[in-house]
């Protein structure tokens, strides 16, 4: 059974900063891309960002040089360095995987919030 499990989320003010995590089990991490995803209240889900297999990494516009993405297969986790963050930057944030070879992301965690106050 598969499980992503993100943590790390909580809330700090304008210009702060948080690092979340997502430890993934039950798969075979290194073959899997990963990406963070966000859903802010009456808004639909947005990718944030996200990783391949070898590393080659994708930025949504709002987050490009505040975002950072990265992985460590020897510990199946992914991370997600935000700083400088902004009240629009409050969402509750999701980490995904899928194959390398598939355009769809398969599998879901069950969200960290993230909020920032201005």
């Known amino acids: 059974q598969v499980q992503l499990v993100e943590s790390g989320g909580g809330s700090v003010q304008s210009g702060g900063s948080l690092r979340l995590s997502c430890v993934a089990s039950?798969?075979?991490?290194?073959?899997?891309?990963m990406g963070w995803f966000r859903q802010a209240p009456g808004k639909e889900r947005e990718g944030v960002a996200n990783i391949s297999i070898a590393g080659n990494t994708n930025y949504e516009d709002s987050v490009m040089g505040r975002f950072t993405i990265s992985r460590d297969n020897a510990k199946n986790t992914l991370y997600l360095q935000m700083n400088n963050l902004k009240p629009e930057d409050t969402a509750m944030y999701y980490c995904a995987a899928r194959k390398f070879y598939s355009s769809d992301f398969r599998y879901w965690g069950q969200g960290t919030q993230v909020t920032v106050s201005s």
């Open positions: 039950g798969l075979i991490y290194s073959t899997h891309s």
